[in-house]
DNA sequence: TTGTATGCGTTATCAA
DNA sequence: TTGATAACGCATACAA
């Protein structure tokens, strides 16, 4: 057990009260410029490091974020946590990852995150119809929603123009000569797949083509449904020309189901998927997919969270929507 | 700002002292059932929840374990921190995952993560030449490596038996009739890759085949190399039957490779990888690879981690190797 | 078996 | 501009 130098021994060693030494480490401005010097001095010398700790009993406040994810092997979730992590720690802050495994109520985990005294917390998944939580955590602690969020809240939020997304990718598939698009989403609960669903519904109707429920899925996205639909939907005489999947995960999944079913891509089907995680570029796969900002939505969200916890008052964005991008690869 | 119910107002509240609250709290055995039975009365009338950072003042524990990661994007460490994030939370521990970019000095990391007091660490990729650092961090708190090791260390390690992964691979390829393998590694900085090499240059000794330079690779796997590789043992007439490339994400880049140069899987040539990232058992792959058991390995080094944590002196497994299985799919 | 008093390392309050 | 002192919430040595 190495003894960890304390303020104490700085104080004594820079021949200054504790409380000076605290307000060098804290910047306060009143200090005379030589007692500054010697304290740093001493600083330096005894390789003293403020123990943090201490520091949060008093401040309440951790320099710690906390993350909540629904499944952070998911490639879209380790991307962006990766972006995190890395622009929190350039700001002086550590993560702390909370994979609820896509069940556990989000109540729950905040108050948990709460009781860590995180500074902030940042919600990678909430449903639609999560209701406002303010109360539940204590009210100094920020929250941003990122990715999905509900449909009623005071908290910012910053997601991708989901509606919007669907319709570029129609726009695509229509330009490439597609009139029959089939579409698998998911679970309306999540604000991700509720809006590609309505941007693919009002996409559908501006073009003129035809809506038609038989090539539509709603299920939860598992592997099984995916194969079961494309199946489907693959065996009709009149058949489908494309498939917009909402996710590059179900994309992936969908190019299997399309060779199983005796089909070339894109020569019969055309596939396309939203998000862009990294496997999607491997060109074996060569995905066609709309691409959400990752980088640009975490900086977003990052900051945002950063100025709540530390009083910047200085405009905040508010609700981000953060403008889709179509990446062209072999898949359609 | 909700005020929060601390120890002294249970105390009040159950007629007893603090500190009978808390060995309450530490399940000290000595207590009066009775008075035992007032404090937990007591403590879930006002929902008490005890202040962690006022525990690790004291304890200097902090009920975090530090997880140092290449790449969080990394499907490998994605997968396995999930493992390890909800293992440990069933334990009682956060985890602070730190993200080095591949670039960062461990010693600085762990230094690092030591300063934020973290409980204990587990390395999930280290050099196979890093010095023994046990100076460097407080001895008070536990390391333990994961999927890599260093040469020499007096700290336990969990690892696949990445030499037998690599027997097992080619076992399996000489038994579909492949006498010409190639082969795909990379930094021998890396006991994962130095290892996997090392069992690759034995089997073909042991199996009486040839061991040929020219098809072998020990590059950093960069999508470029590995494609002019491919690109340049595969126009060789006499060109190998199979690759065995030492990670399922290089093995998905060869796939691409093969196609590019007019080859098919596995009818020209067979593919095999490692690891077994969720990606490969999509269909659409369906990439035969030697899998480590990422669960095994997760649960026996944080078990290890947690026994060296709580002073838990019974018998700790010392340095593990975890056996490799090989997952047939249809590249080979 | 229990209570009192002390201290963990820092910041905040107050007085000087 | 600085220092003494009191918190922060809990665990623990010691006394009882």
Do not use: W
């Not at 960890?4 to 030494?21: L, N, Q």
């Not at 495994?101 to 902030?120: D, W």
Request: hydrophobic residues 40%; proline residues 5%.
């Amino acid at each position: 057990m190495k003894h960890r130098v304390t303020i104490k021994e700085v104080a004594k060693y820079a021949g200054v009260s504790p409380s000076t030494v605290s307000r060098v480490l804290n910047n306060y401005p009143f200090i005379k410029p030589d007692k500054k010097v010697k304290v740093e001095e001493a600083i330096k010398q005894l390789q003293f490091e403020p123990n943090e700790i201490a520091r949060s009993m008093i401040t309440k406040k951790t320099k710690t974020i906390g993350l909540i994810v629904d499944d952070i092997s998911n490639p879209f979730f380790s991307e962006t946590s990766r972006f995190i992590i890395n622009k929190a720690r350039q700001r002086g802050y550590e993560v702390l990852i909370y994979d609820t495994n896509g069940e556990e109520e989000l109540k729950h985990t905040l108050k948990f995150l709460s009781n860590k005294n995180v500074s902030g917390i940042i919600v990678g998944s909430v449903s639609r119809f999560e209701q406002k939580h303010e109360e539940i955590v204590d009210e100094s602690i920020p929250i941003v929603y990122f990715n999905r969020k509900p449909e009623q809240t005071n908290l910012f939020s910053v997601t991708m123009d989901n509606k919007k997304a669907s319709k570029m990718a129609i726009a695509h598939l229509v330009q490439k000569g597609h009139s029959k698009i089939a579409f698998i989403g998911g679970p309306f609960e999540y604000s991700t797949y509720y809006d590609r669903y309505i941007g693919y519904y009002e996409a559908i109707i501006e073009f003129g083509l035809e809506l038609n429920e038989d090539i539509i899925s709603r299920e939860t996205p598992t592997s099984e449904n995916i194969q079961k639909f494309v199946a489907k939907v693959l065996n009709d005489k009149d058949r489908p020309t494309a498939i917009i999947a909402t996710t590059d995960q179900i994309a992936i999944t969908v190019l299997d189901a399309v060779v199983q079913n005796n089909c070339q891509v894109p020569a019969d089907v055309a596939v396309i998927g939203f998000d862009n995680i990294a496997i999607s570029s491997n060109p074996y796969i060569g995905l066609t997919t709309v691409s959400q900002q990752k980088r640009q939505m975490v900086e977003t969200a990052l900051n945002t969270l950063l100025h709540l916890i530390e009083d910047v008052v200085t405009e905040i964005p508010g609700d981000v929507l953060i403008p889709p991008k179509l990446i062209i690869r072999k898949t359609t």
